[in-house]
């Protein structure tokens, strides 16, 4: 069965960083792309970092040049650096992975910035 755990959220200060950990358990299969998203109360979700099976990596403006995804296929983990964060920042962030050809979702961490 396979399964997504989120590490890493928490409480920060405008202008600190916060490193998200998503780790897939009980696949055996690679890592071909995964994304992050992030949903504030009584907002829709929004996405925030992608990266495909290449490596390549794309973002919103929102976060580009603040947040960098990167995949670990030796330890089925992909992180998410937040740098510079901002109160705005403040939501669930949830990763979504796609492991051989099957998406998943991880459970969601809570990420808040104080000002």
């Known amino acids: 069965q396979v399964r997504l755990v989120e590490s890493g959220g928490g409480s920060v200060q405008a202008g600190g960083s916060l490193r998200l950990s998503c780790k897939a358990s009980?696949?055996?299969?690679?890592?071909?792309?995964a994304d992050w998203y992030r949903q504030a109360p009584g907002k829709q979700r929004e996405w925030v970092a992608s990266?495909?099976?290449?490596?390549?990596?794309n973002y919103p403006d929102s976060v580009k040049g603040r947040f960098t995804i990167a995949r670990d296929n030796a330890e089925n983990t992909v992180d998410l650096q937040m740098n510079s964060l901002k109160p705005e920042d403040t939501a669930i962030y949830s990763c979504?992975?796609?492991?051989?050809?099957?998406?998943?979702w991880g459970q969601g961490t809570q990420v808040t910035v104080s000002s």
């Open positions: 990266i495909m099976k290449n490596g390549n990596t």
């Open positions: 009980g696949s055996t299969s690679m890592i071909n792309g």
């Open positions: 979504f992975l796609i492991l051989g050809s099957t998406g998943y």
